[in-house]
């Protein structure tokens, strides 16, 4: 493997081989004689694991671990990018050889202490060191608990550092949350995992869809919070989260027990983001009657702006068409469900009308209506009234502003409140709560976050 890999990470390679008399050793024996101690001896090759200083009659074995090489949580030393997974490969080697012969030193009855490179090159951790190796002469030695509370602490920081990376206009995406347990998870029954056994060819995190529920029960995480994990980018976010405890390699130091027990305490903080969401109330709106409705509307769009994400506009327009059409199935999707994924020409299609409606206008959507167009249908867009701009630009740019209707939702649903009202001689007001009943019954049918639920009194 080495073959292929650049002089440059060659020379590198060559320097970081650690052999005897490294200046770190030298710091180490230096330490040891300032200390005053006797009976201690040099790389102790017929010592398992080949200790850097062991003391016989004690049976301490020491080691000073370069921190690039055994993957050390604190520095997170970045890997080359030439050649990755070979050295993936061999961190995660060196980390399980470590692993393994503490096991079989503690088996046979030897205390081990083990000296990060960092620790050993800072003056300020040095002392740090000698009451270590003091401890572990007296029979006090925790051996490997210092260890394990730094990668403890590191894995809490990599999680820390996770959500705020994964947090978009201020939100975190159920669809990450879920994932992200779904990734701990994964860590909990296999650590290192390979990423062929953790990611589809499709880069979808496996047990994120299908299986998604059950994995969720087990944490106290009920089904309505999430069916599947359906957006592109919450799997990207948990394969960073891989990447970032490299594929858990950082983890693989730690004891079955210690390692689980801080994965729980990661999942954990994950599941505290779901009880947040859990708790959030349904969309309570005052309505002043004697407002316009067109008003009303605009108040159901602003009060679910920071929560929808698309999911209610998309619904309301769909509760006002099965409104205005008695007699005609209109379908009912996840919000989510897009239309290039369904195979359908828009969100909504009544005889040759295909309607689109999106809060935020895109290229992709008005693209789409234009492919609706060469195809012999009318494509009606709907966005809230502030995006109309954006949508009639985008549109100009796209060259069909002249065959694509642009409507804002808000004038789309309070001139069907009006005809309604006036056709069966009813107040505005009647018939907006009925259009609200009908969404809160297409929302249950199909969507997970029934606090987009709408109350109107």
Known sequence: MTDNLTPEDRRKTMQAVKGKGTKLEKSLFSMLAGMGLKGWRKNANDVVGKPDVVFNAEKIAIFVDGCFWHGCPYCQRKLPQTNREYWERKISRNIQLAQS?????????????????????????????????????NKESPVMSNQAEIIKQESHQILDHWLESCTRKGKLSRNTIAVGIVVLDHLRKSCPVAREEVISPGGEIKGARSGLTSTLAMYGIPGSYLKEATTRQAHQDGQRLFEQFLWGQKLVSLTVAERDKTLLELIDVLSGHVAV?????????????????????????????????????????GAKLERRFKDIAIPNYPAHAGDRQTARAGDFEISKLVYHVTATPSRNVIQKCAENIRAGLHPILLVPGEQENRARILAQEEEIDQELSIISIEAFVALNIIELATDENKDFFSVLKEIVQIYNKRLVEVETDLSLQIQVR
């Not at 800072?122 to 000698?130: G, L, Q």
């Not at 407002?291 to 327009?317: D, Y």
């Open 101 to 137: 012969h503490n096991q079989r030193l503690l088996d046979d009855g030897w205390i081990v202490v083990r000296i990060w490179e960092h620790e050993i090159a800072n003056k300020t951790t040095k002392e740090d060191i000698r009451t270590k190796i003091r401890q572990a002469i």
């Open 277 to 317: 969401w859990l708790k959030r109330q349904n969309l309570r709106l005052d309505i002043d009657r004697r407002q316009a409705p067109s008003t009303w509307a605009h108040l159901i769009i602003e009060n679910a702006k920071q929560r929808s994400g698309g999911i209610v506009e998309q619904h309301l327009i």
